[in-house]
C-alpha cells in the first residue's frame, strides 16, 4: 500500500514562494502519474500540476509559469516549486498518484491521495 505524506504549506504574502514535498512510501508503483491538487473553500478540488514518471509534466493554465513539478525517483518525493504566489492561490494543496500514465487532471483518476497541505497567501 503506497502511502503520501505531504509538507511545506505555510502563510506568504503575495508575491512570495513556496515549495510543497510529497513523500511516497511503501509499495511504490513501476509506472505511476503523480499530481498535486488544491481545493479551496467552496470550490472544488482542482489539479494544478501533474508528472508521469518518465517526466512528462503539465500544469493548468492558472499556474503556468509560476508553478514546476518535479520529483526525486531516488528519494520517492513529489515537489512542487510556487513561485509569485497570489491570493487566490490559498487552498489546501493535496498530492494523489495512480498506477499507470495519464494526462489529465480529473481528481477521480487518481486513487492514492495524501492529507493535505495548507497554503494561505496574503494581500
Known amino acids: 500500500q503506497v502511502q503520501l505524506v505531504e509538507s511545506g504549506g505555510g502563510s506568504v504574502q503575495a508575491g512570495g514562494s513556496l515549495t510543497l514535498s510529497c513523500a511516497a512510501s511503501?509499495?511504490?508503483?513501476?509506472?505511476?502519474?503523480m499530481a498535486w491538487f488544491r481545493e479551496a473553500p467552496g470550490n472544488e478540488r482542482e489539479g494544478v500540476a501533474m508528472?508521469?514518471?518518465?517526466?512528462?509534466?503539465y500544469y493548468a493554465e492558472s499556474v503556468r509559469g509560476r508553478f514546476t513539478i518535479s520529483q526525486d525517483k531516488a528519494k520517492s518525493t513529489l515537489s512542487l516549486r510556487m513561485t509569485n504566489l497570489k491570493p487566490e492561490d490559498t487552498a489546501m494543496y493535496y498530492c494523489a498518484m495512480r498506477r499507470g500514465y495519464v494526462t489529465g487532471m480529473y481528481p477521480s483518476l487518481y486513487t492514492i491521495w495524501g492529507q493535505g497541505t495548507q497554503v494561505t497567501v496574503s494581500s
Open positions: 508528472i508521469t514518471g518518465v517526466g512528462s509534466a
Open positions: 511503501g509499495n511504490t508503483y513501476s509506472t505511476y502519474t
